[in-house]
């Protein structure tokens, strides 16, 4: 059974760079689209980033378009989001899940989830 877990988040000041990590146990993840989550304190979460099992990006969240990019290295079974010139409107708990193959917007389509780092971004 695919599990994820999350890591990399901090405290980091305005500007500062950030690489979230989402390492896949007990199951390859060449088969899946890895997207990344985050919600903040009083809002839904909305995914911002995602990578198809074959390499496709799709980005969601126009703020982070030129700040943040996603990877993945299906050898160590992990995806990245390296996440450049932070924002304090950036700060939230990040959060990775999978679906089958394809992205989607359709948060309902991904499982499992991982448990969440927190990002905060704060001078």
């Known amino acids: 059974q695919l599990q994820l877990v999350e890591s990399g988040g901090g405290l980091v000041q305005p500007g500062g760079s950030l690489r979230l990590s989402c390492a896949a146990s007990?199951?390859?993840?060449?088969?899946?689209?890895i997207g990344w989550f985050r919600q903040a304190p009083g809002k839904e979460r909305e995914e911002v980033l995602c990578?198809?099992?074959?390499?496709?990006?799709?980005n969601y969240v126009d703020s982070v378009e030129g700040r943040f990019t996603i990877s993945r290295d299906n050898a160590k079974n992990t995806v990245y989001l390296q996440m450049n010139s932070l924002k304090p409107e950036d700060t939230a708990v990040y959060y990775c899940?999978?679906?089958?193959?394809?992205?989607?917007?359709?948060?309902?389509?991904?499982?499992?989830w991982g448990q969440g780092t927190q990002v905060t971004v704060s001078s």
């Open positions: 990578i198809s099992s074959s390499g496709g990006i799709t």
């Open positions: 007990g199951f390859p993840l060449k088969t899946y689209a």
């Open positions: 899940a999978a679906t089958e193959w394809l992205c989607t917007a359709i948060v309902s389509q991904f499982g499992p």
